[in-house]
């Protein structure tokens, strides 16, 4: 028989921790993915008509890649600002203007007639396209089981990667006969469509509302759909009892500081930009490492695609593990890269051994990199999650700079270039160092947790 619950404190968290996932949560991520799809389309395919901008605007390839980089500016502009709309006006509005604004860029990019309007659209376009993604992060770990979370995010940046992927075969389709523009004409109008969608579909977060104190009406009627084996009967009052309360009511970057996360941020920060340093470093630059290592361009070319897809299959062998075990789930696999990276970098290896050993550093390293991004927002409270994640991946572009720059740097002195992948091995050591002390930070703080257990308190006494 159903629990009756009439003018008393529901516990948000514990009706989301003991739900069976039904359509409500299903319709969530499947909605998040599909606007990751296109935000992964939208940011990447640059990457595949570069050569049709090039030509069309006479540019040099300097000129390119500071147009790519103006894009990596804005998406770290991006992180900041919309965690920040995230967590003081909700996930729901920050995902919307975030979705509806990138959909419009999009379009204008392909309406462009000079290089200074590229620059200015695409600057502008990665500051939404980038703070999008850690407010999706936050609202569906806030729906979801913690030994879902991990999964989740996971799931839904695999829409940003095939986002990415595709980018290629649409613009082989729409480029050669309608011309570059038509390939962000169709992103464009993609974009607007799962906006649309995400308007008449998304729901704000529950954990948020409950922290807040905000919308009594609307978190009734979510936690009905979540648990409608529940009565949540008028008047009743939401809390959230399985997060600290932060001694600040509006953001503050002292609040990324308080407690336990006086540590666990920094090495979080750390690790985020040793991973982005790696991944960055390989993706910019190992076609042209293969080829200075007697590959052809083609061949150099076509395995890069191929790699790409490591790093998603190391995402989905690692989701579920990271759920079980946490940040150490994470440091096991970046460790993984590091033998491998050593050996191709140090040893001789033939044609065919140092494609599939370059394979397997690819699933480790991307792996663990996606990982990065499932606990990215998990560590701190509903209150502040927004701007937690949002900070933490957009200080992690430091690391998406620094890496291309240094591979340039290397490849310009006499260092052997078959050696810069077992120099490149000093990163994941770092990300699994980091993440094992934030491991051993949360397992002490939930055998904390276990010998004193929260009390619910009235909401009242929370504000």
């Known amino acids: 028989m159903s629990e009756r619950i009439e003018g008393r404190a529901i516990d948000v968290s514990e009706l989301i921790e003991r739900q069976k996932i039904r359509w409500f949560t299903i319709r969530l991520i499947a909605a998040s993915w599909i606007i990751t799809f296109f935000d992964g389309f939208d940011m990447n395919v640059i990457s595949y008509v570069a050569p049709y901008l090039i030509s069309d605007f006479d540019m040099s390839r300097v000129s390119m890649g500071t147009l790519f980089s103006i894009g990596l500016l804005g998406t770290m502009a991006g992180g900041f600002l919309f965690g920040y709309l995230g967590d003081r006006f909700g996930r729901r509005p920050a995902i919307l203007i975030a979705s509806f604004s990138f959909a419009i860029l999009t379009v204008g990019f392909g309406l462009a007639r000079s290089y200074e309007q590229l620059m200015l659209l695409r600057f502008i376009n990665g500051i939404a396209i980038g703070g999008l993604l850690p407010v999706c992060w936050a609202l569906n ?5 913690k030994y879902y979370r991990a999964t989740v995010v996971t799931i839904v940046m695999l829409g940003y990667s095939v986002g990415g992927s595709v980018g290629g075969p649409i613009t082989i389709w729409l480029a ?3 011309g570059w523009q038509a390939v962000y004409f169709f992103g464009g109008a993609g974009t607007l469509a799962a906006a649309a969608l995400l308007y008449f579909t998304l729901p704000e977060s529950a954990r948020f509302l409950a922290s807040k104190g905000r919308r009594p009406d609307l978190l ?10 529940e009565k949540v009967e008028p008047g009743a009052r939401f809390i959230v009892s399985d997060e600290e309360k932060s001694s600040a009511t509006n953001f503050r970057i002292s609040v990324l500081f308080e407690r336990n996360l006086i540590w666990i941020t920094p090495l979080l920060w750390g690790a985020y930009i040793a991973s982005s340093m790696a991944i960055f470093f390989k993706s910019s630059w190992t076609p042209m490492v293969l080829e200075l290592i007697g590959y052809t361009r083609t061949e150099a070319a076509a395995f890069s695609a191929i790699s790409s897809m490591g790093g998603a299959l190391g995402a989905l062998a690692l989701m579920r593990f990271t759920d079980r075990k946490g940040p150490i789930a994470i440091a096991i696999m970046s460790l993984l890269s590091i033998p491998p990276l050593l050996y191709i970098g140090l040893a001789e290896t033939g044609y065919w051994s140092f494609l599939i050993i370059n394979f397997i550093v690819n699933i480790a390293m991307g792996g663990a990199h996606f990982g990065m991004h499932s606990i990215a927002g998990i560590f701190y409270s509903s209150a502040f999650r927004a701007n937690g994640a949002g900070w933490a991946t957009s200080v992690a572009k430091v690391g998406s700079v620094i890496g291309p720059m240094v591979g340039g740097m290397i490849l310009a002195t006499s260092f052997p ?3 810069i992948f ?3 091995a000093i990163c994941p050591a770092i990300v699994a160092l980091a993440l094992f002390f934030i491991g051993r930070i949360q397992a002490r703080k939930s055998r904390d947790m276990v010998d004193a257990p929260p009390q619910l ?4 006494q929370m504000q």
């Open 141 to 145: 770990i806030e729906y979801v089981p």
């Open 176 to 178: 050669p006969e309608y």
């Open 220 to 229: 009734a009627r979510y936690m009905q759909q979540i648990a409608p084996e």
């Open 417 to 419: 270039v078959k050696n």
């Open 422 to 424: 077992a120099l490149l």
């Open 457 to 460: 308190v009235p909401v009242e």
